[in-house]
């Protein structure tokens, strides 16, 4: 039999593992999950988030599945009371709301003029509501209590922040109040980060209680207001189900998602719990045709703790995941009413092709793949583990205007997000079911590919085009050209090497995946961090090539001598650190070829 011969029939005995395995999928166990997690409100740390735990940890010990339960101690943050009046003899109260990790009052008020500042929709990125901001211009808003439009997200309680304010009241999009964690830092602080939890007392008003605010904010009104948090650190559960590979066992890919949620958070993310608790059930049932190992990871703080129990996790088995991880697979909000495109789906360049190919195979919907915007759990940027999904289907932009949606981060496009309202009706039977089986899919695939299906060329022209709109921002006060030779070299490594990857003698797949997982530990920081590796960036925007892109501000720069200075020296130490990477990845694939 020639290697040609023995892949392709690798390839088939693959489909038909597939087959087998995605119509062992069905709705008979998790349904039943999601309808007991209806009944629990899973706060981080809670006694109804250990009863949520323990329906799983039934299942697992009742099936055989191995299991690891971890109880870190990490910094959570549980908003409970929030009160708002204008002050005065016919001062109106209104319903309130406040952010986990922002400042207690003790439940006492606090009094200050309240001072409208309108939110510039033009400075919200697209769908990246975590890292919206406001101007407030020259406007002096110290010892006052800001008022603008929008979620109480990082990048605008961080601007009124820092202006000085002495609290900030935020205004919903429509009836409902979302909930809300309003910190930039990511996962449990540390000593460099620890500085950024936040100072301001913060409240959420709904819109129309909003723009009774406003007025008032108009006529030069005060407020009183109060907010009660129970803010420390409290042990959290971290489950981890690991079915062993039968090949390459020390060879993994990730798949994770949260256990915790706002209210009973059905949407939000009792389907994606019960997503992985099912594939850990079908998996497991189908072990001994596993090449690979399947991690499957429920998460505690999320909600209450940024991306505590993941960014835990990250920190504690870091060297474990840069030596064997092959992907980090999220899994938050599947299956949700309405949900019928992959429309907003989250995949690093190198996983597009895979992940297209598997989401049309399986559902036959075409998705619309976007780079993984800085939130959902993606704690592993800081490792460089190739990623892909993060949120799961959505509703099409139609179906939201349809029904006048505004945008939010998960349950499928459903607006009853973070609220009281992400019931049992969210969830949709035959979508999950769909969801279920495209996840299964994407996994089977990874785990049992002779060579891990990512493609560094995809990286590769990711950065050629992030270059090419840099430079063209900075005209000709700076020239990318050193980093555009040195992709150059590395793609004539890759096509080399992705020649001999085409038809791999079974003695060379451990080099050439070593070689495919390492290129992700030298390519991905670079283009997703910029903090030193195993750091976390804030919870706020990364651009492509982040030490790069302050190219952007160049025509700001111009015309004065200090700000082109800074720009210049700020742009070569980012290039510098962009070459290296591309020599670094380019010595390692020629390694591999010799
Ligand atoms: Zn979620």
Known sequence: MSTGQKQSALQTGNQEIERRLLDDISLDTPWPVIEAFAGLVRTSGSAEERAALEILTDKLSAWGVPFQLHEPTCFISVPLAATVRVVGQQGRSFRAKTSAMSVSTGGEEIEGELIYIP??????????????????????????????????????????????????????????????????????????????????????????????????????????????????????PVLVAEIPGTRFPDEFVLLHGHLDSWHVGIGDNATGDATMLELARVFWQHRDQLDRTLRIAWWSGHSHGRYAGSTWYA????????????????????????????????????????????????TGITPQTERPPRA????????????FYMLSSTMSDEARAEREYYAVGGCGGNIAWHTEDDTLEIADRDNLLRDMRMYGASLLRVINAPVHPVDWRQTTAEFRSTLAEYQAAVGDAFDFIPAL?????????????????ADPDESRLAGLNGVQRRLGRILIPVNYSRMPDFRHDP??????????????????????????????????RGMNRLVWALIQARETVDAALV
């Open 119 to 236: 939110a510039d929709s033009a400075r919200q990125a697209a769908g990246d509501v975590i890292s919206a901001s406001i101007d407030l211009g020259d406007v002096d808003v110290r010892g006052k209590i800001v008022i603008t439009e929008g979620m109480p997200f990082p990048g605008k309680v961080s601007a009124v922040t820092t202006g000085g304010a002495k609290a900030g009241i935020f205004v919903a999009p429509g009836q409902n109040i979302h909930e809300s964690i309003c910190t930039t830092v990511w996962g449990t602080p540390d000593l460099d980060s620890a500085d950024r939890i936040p100072t301001l007392p913060v409240i959420a008003v709904n819109n129309p209680d909003g723009a009774a605010l406003i007025a008032q904010a108009k006529q030069g009104a005060r407020v009183a207001l109060s907010t009660t948090l129970d803010t420390g650190w409290r042990p959290i």
């Open 315 to 362: 920190d504690t088995f870091a060297i474990d995941l840069a030596k064997g991880c092959v992907a980090q697979v999220n899994c938050d909000s599947p299956g949700c009413r309405w949900a019928d495109t992959f429309n907003e789906l989250s995949a690093m360049s190198e996983t597009v092709p895979f992940v297209n190919q598997v989401i049309e195979e399986v």
């Open 376 to 387: 959902g759990d993606f704690s592993f940027n800081g490792i460089g583990l190739s990623s």
């Open 485 to 501: 030779r040195e992709i150059d070299a590395l793609d004539a490594s890759l096509e080399r090497f992705y020649a001999a990857c």
């Open 539 to 572: 919870a706020l925007n990364v651009p492509p090539l982040p030490d790069l892109a302050p190219a952007l501000t160049a025509a700001s720069a111009k015309a004065d001598v200090a700000q082109r200075g800074l720009l210049t020296a700020h742009l070569q």
